[in-house]
């Protein structure tokens, strides 16, 4: 438990320093969306209705609704600019939606990751269309099929129904990313939309909306990673630090072994060289 306390504060203290970064790059494909203009992509940068908001000048002062509608209202959401990402619509409940995402760098040290449902405040009862539980899936190129794969996945978490911050899923430990590439799986929904039966067939529906996402940690840029994948024989091992002038380095070797059953067929297999880390954690 110490240890875990240990890593929330150094991940909230390395965000203020700018120590840790979302590293999120480009959207590589994704389950669905309602409209064209609602797309993942939206989710990368911190809304400007989220901006308004926590700047709003009466914050304190009006009750947190009406600062909502008149954020909204001034970043053009609640008028068809959208700033976030919305699902198609379901009938169910019980809906699978995924975003898979380019890092901004192809090795990385991944600490953990986050969501923020969307709040619609110009709508009756101000839903919040936040999944029920989310995870994060790390993938790499299987360079024989020219296909992704996943070799790790996290546990799932609970997410909680509510907008007014990030929700931060710390990993137990940081994992060593290969491949540049994550998945980030949302796994239920827990709101019907809420306006008028006028609006169309679809105005009963579940949907999942989300206005912030990001996935901590921080980017090993110029690093010459080899990742081959071969047998399952092989095993991923790693070369010492010499004629290294670091005054402090950690030799890092990860088994990339939790793979899930449905790719059990495609395990890591040799990377021949070290890892280096200058007090990566201090």
Same mark, same amino acid.
């Given at each position: 438990i110490d240890s875990y306390k240990y890593l929330i504060v150094f991940i909230f203290k390395n965000i203020k320093l700018g120590k840790v970064y979302n590293l999120c790059n480009a959207v590589i494909s994704f389950s669905s969306n309602d409209r064209p203009d609602e797309k993942p992509e939206n989710v990368f940068t911190v809304s400007p209705c989220a901006q308004y908001f926590s700047n709003h000048p009466y914050s304190g002062m009006l009750p947190r609704i009406t600062i909502g509608y008149h954020s909204q209202i001034e970043c053009g959401c609640a008028s068809g600019s959208s700033c976030y990402w919305s699902s198609s619509p379901s009938t169910s409940d019980d809906k699978f939606e995924y975003i898979t995402i380019r890092l901004s760098a192809p090795v990385s040290l991944i600490y953990g990751f986050s969501i923020t449902a969307y709040e619609a405040f110009y709508q009756p009862n101000c839903p919040i269309y936040s999944p029920k539980q989310v995870s994060l899936q790390l993938l790499a190129l299987d360079k024989r099929t020219d296909e992704l794969f996943t070799y790790y996945e996290t546990v799932t978490y609970n997410v909680i129904k509510d907008s007014s911050e990030q929700?931060?899923?710390? &990993?137990?430990?940081?994992?060593?990313?290969?491949?540049?590439?994550? $998945?980030?799986?949302? +796994?239920?929904? @827990?709101? *019907?939309?809420?306006?008028?039966?006028?609006?169309?067939?679809?105005?009963?529906?579940?949907?999942?909306?989300?206005?912030?996402?990001?996935?901590?940690?921080?980017?090993?840029?110029?690093?010459?990673?080899r990742l081959?994948?071969?047998?399952?024989?092989?095993?991923?091992?790693?070369?010492?630090?010499?004629?290294?002038? &670091?005054?402090?380095?950690?030799?890092?070797?990860?088994?990339?072994? $939790?793979?899930?059953? +449905?790719?059990? @067929?495609? *395990?890591?297999?040799?990377?021949?060289?070290?890892?280096?880390?200058s007090r990566l954690l201090d």
């Open positions: 929700q931060i899923f710390i &990993l137990d430990k940081p994992i060593l990313a290969f491949g540049g590439i994550a $998945k980030l799986l949302l +796994k239920g929904m @827990n709101q *019907r939309q809420t306006i008028d039966p006028s609006y169309g067939s679809s105005y009963n529906d579940y949907y999942m909306c989300l206005s912030y996402a990001s996935i901590l940690g921080v980017p090993i840029h110029n690093y010459d990673s081959t994948f071969a047998d399952s024989n092989s095993s991923l091992t790693n070369s010492s630090c010499n004629g290294s002038t &670091l005054s402090s380095c950690v030799t890092i070797s990860i088994a990339l072994s $939790k793979v899930t059953k +449905k790719h059990n @067929n495609h *395990r890591p297999a040799l990377l021949n060289e070290s890892m280096c880390l």
